[in-house]
């Protein structure tokens, strides 16, 4: 008995050949969905299939003489057939043939993937709420969705970090649905998730000659000097401040411009003024040549910071 499962996830008819084998030497091919989509291409291949929804019993005795019987179940399983076939096996009253759970086809990493297009296209259309959602009423949110991923790898718990991460990608996936129905608003030519990843796919493969082609890389900063190089080529910016963006914070904002000028090999001293702004950026301009993140270190220090405050009022710490 060879219970014949298959991904929903994989093209139809695209079988493994141990699968085609069990198909094709087997004495009885059974499906009770007549609608399962692997049907088309068995008849194509010349397997013959019976729609029936068999009885466990009656299934161990269509075994019997040393008959081999192949199951193809729906998309959800059929647990009433392996739950009948479990009991008669704990019974011990019943001889049972010999049973194989044959994966016709697998999951290749990141096929789940094709799944949350599905349910973000089915939500996009049929929900409210969403269904009226454009790239500008979500920018708040991929923010918001941004901080919580940084708090969460700050925290070190990975459940939160599995989360978030999702809650990102979720951003993603809805605003390329979004993009893909082309509305006059967004004022350009429509795009697919398909064509973010392939692009990115073109980008990150472009980047590193080092990995795909046969440039050499032998330190982290042989990778960042190829990576630099390629993306100066791609840009063709006038300035190295091109592509900064103004609205991140501020000392994020002033690392950047000063590592830009740094990586620029430009002499461009720091603006002399009175007032707190530019001591910041002085500091941190200083946390950039020394390889420290200052948006990093002084959340770190306002996390110890807000532990103190929580001591002095006799506040549990939080976990």
Known sequence: MVLLTTSHRVAPGVLSWPAWEALHAADRVLCADPHHPQLPY??????????????????????A????????????????????????????RVAMPELELLPGSYDLPGARLLDLVQVMDRIRRECPWTSRKTHR??????????????????DGDRDELREELGDVLLQVVFHARIAEEGRPEDGAEPFSIDDVAATLVAKLVHR?????????????????????????VEKQRASVTDGVPLGQPGLALAAKLAGR??????DVALPAGEGIGYELLALAARAEAEGVDPETALRAAARTYRDAIRT???VPAED
């Open 208 to 232: 590193h000659p080092h990995v795909f082609g046969d440039a050499k890389a032998e330190t982290p900063e042989d990778v960042h000097e190829h990576w630099l190089r390629t993306k100066a």
């Open 261 to 266: 000028v740094r990586a620029g090999g430009l």
């Open 137 to 154: 009423g979500l920018a708040k949110y991929a923010i918001e969705e941004a901080y919580e991923l940084v708090e969460a790898i700050e």
């Open 42 to 63: 068995l008849r194509e291949a010349g397997v013959e299939v019976t729609h029936e929804a068999p009885d466990a019993r009656d299934l161990v005795e269509d075994c």
């Open 312 to 314: 002095a009022e006799g």
């Open 65 to 92: 003489g040393g008959r081999t019987v192949v199951v193809l179940p729906s998309g959800e399983g059929d647990q009433r057939l392996t739950d009948g076939l479990a009991r008669l096996a704990g019974s011990g």
